[in-house]
């Protein structure tokens, strides 16, 4: 944790409840452990997406879709979301989720693996969000900035792993040592590419939010 519980728990106590089936899907997530955006992260997303008005949204890591029906509530008119998600248990639960909620036309879900996919989708995109494997964000990144139209927007989530970023490798379980690694090298390089503006937030569990210049 970055934040102090009881901050996180003020905050919390200060967000106003979502639709009641966005409410029920995120429950139902939570109860099946599934992992989605924390409530400080939904709402960033929302106060970003009302400033960008992305059109074009693109998602790494769908789950069972509640990010993305989250942001299709706060997308403008005519907006989609394009999603990627490769555990078969969770894409038909998405597709599931995004027909409850009416927004089949508005969110289309990609199956199988992100790069790959990545890798045969045409930008630009307004607005990507990274939410998929930690450890291969390093990876995503040159596709991401191809795909990304000057001045969008790149959100990466989880890029402080519970505060494990900032100790040193050997500090770390041996099983997360990899991914430790690879996340500090995807800070350095969004922090040293100059086709971006990065700037990492200790938000949630961790933000890097990032602009295509
Ligand atoms: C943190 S969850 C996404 C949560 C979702 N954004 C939300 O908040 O509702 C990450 C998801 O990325 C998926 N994922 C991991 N590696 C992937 C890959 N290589 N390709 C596609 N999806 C992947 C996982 O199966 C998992 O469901």
């Known amino acids: 944790m970055i934040v102090d519980e009881r901050t996180i728990t003020y905050l919390h106590s ?122 291969q964000y390093i990876q995503y990144m040159p596709e991401a900035i191809r795909l990304l139209a000057p001045g969008g927007v790149l959100v990466s989530d989880n890029v402080l792993q519970d505060g494990d970023i900032i100790k040193s490798r050997f500090a770390v379980e041996r099983r997360n040592r990899t991914i430790h690694s690879r996340m500090r090298e995807y800070l350095y390089q969004l922090k040293h590419d100059d086709r971006l503006q990065t700037s990492i937030l200790p938000l949630g569990d961790g933000i890097a939010l990032s602009v295509r210049r």
């Open 14 to 135: 200060l967000e106003l409840p979502e639709s009641d089936m966005i409410e029920k899907i995120e429950q139902e997530a939570l109860e099946s452990h599934v992992p989605i955006i924390r409530k400080e992260t939904q709402s960033f997303l929302k106060v970003l997406l009302l400033m960008k008005k992305p059109l074009r949204i693109l998602e790494i890591g769908a789950a069972v879709g509640f990010s993305a029906i989250l942001m299709s509530e706060y997308m403008p008119e005519g907006g989609h979301i394009t999603t990627i998600e490769n555990y078969e248990k969770r894409i038909p639960i998405a597709l599931e989720n995004i027909k409850r909620v009416g927004r089949k036309e508005q969110i289309t879900l990609l199956e199988g693996d992100a790069l790959e996919i990545m890798k045969t989708l045409q930008g630009p995109y307004d607005f990507i969000f990274m939410d998929a494997a930690k450890g």
